[in-house]
């Protein structure tokens, strides 16, 4: 049996289902979804729609990300977030024309369920985007940190790896997990479409919502498995690309 991280999926269903496909994902396997599942492309709330389905056949656990505590906002109150509809609301209020409000009911409960990050038996966190407390999540005086701090990560790579782990130049926020996958800040940001590691943080998020691929890694391997570009499997979109 497999664990496999998916990076943010950002409304594409089509590179979720290309990745899960060349995965050869089976019902043994345990599919950790690190946020962000829409706001970008066109199907957002065929992608929730999916998920929820997948989730009956399949071990899913599902980390909320900002965008979708955006989207559980506009479910649950029809509150439209400025900024929200500026980085892929538009898209995603667009793709629920299609479905009904008993449909949009089943997904805000969907949203509502969602956990804000996920330890595993081996001690290894997964949450969408990182944490600031020095005490480890389960401490984190905001909860909304964990799908908006990037400080973790930036931090993470600027660490000089020969730095050991007993080390009191070692981030005690590192010490708590023996591995750390997160989603948010793309790759793409430096250069890669490739998922990342710098010291024991994994970052998963390949940038599918611009111009790179929908990313999944078996977390004990580490193999990756990839989509095509987003931009290339929706050639009339624009996803989040200015």
Partial sequence: MRTIAIGDIHGGLRG???????????????????????????????????????????????????????CEEWLAYDIINEVWYAHGGKETIESYNAFSEEDKKKHFIFFESMDMYHIDTNNRLFVHAGFASMHGVKKEYNIQTLYYDRTLWEMALTMDKRIEKHSYLYPNRLKHYSEIYIGHTPTLNYNS????????????????????????????????????TLINLYPNEKGRNK
């Fill in 16 to 70: 979720l289902t290309q990745v899960l496909e060349r995965a050869n994902v089976t019902p043994n396997d345990t599919l950790i979804f690190l946020g962000d599942y829409v706001d970008g492309w066109s199907e957002s709330a065929q992608v929730i729609e999916y998920l929820i389905e997948l989730s009956k056949t399949n071990q899913c656990v599902f980390i909320k990300g900002n965008h979708d505590a955006w």
């Fill in 193 to 228: 479409r490739q998922p990342m590691n710098a010291i024991n943080v994994w970052n998963v998020d390949t940038g599918a919502a611009f111009t790179g691929p929908l990313s999944a890694m078996d977390i004990d391997t580490k193999e990756v498995y990839q989509s095509d």
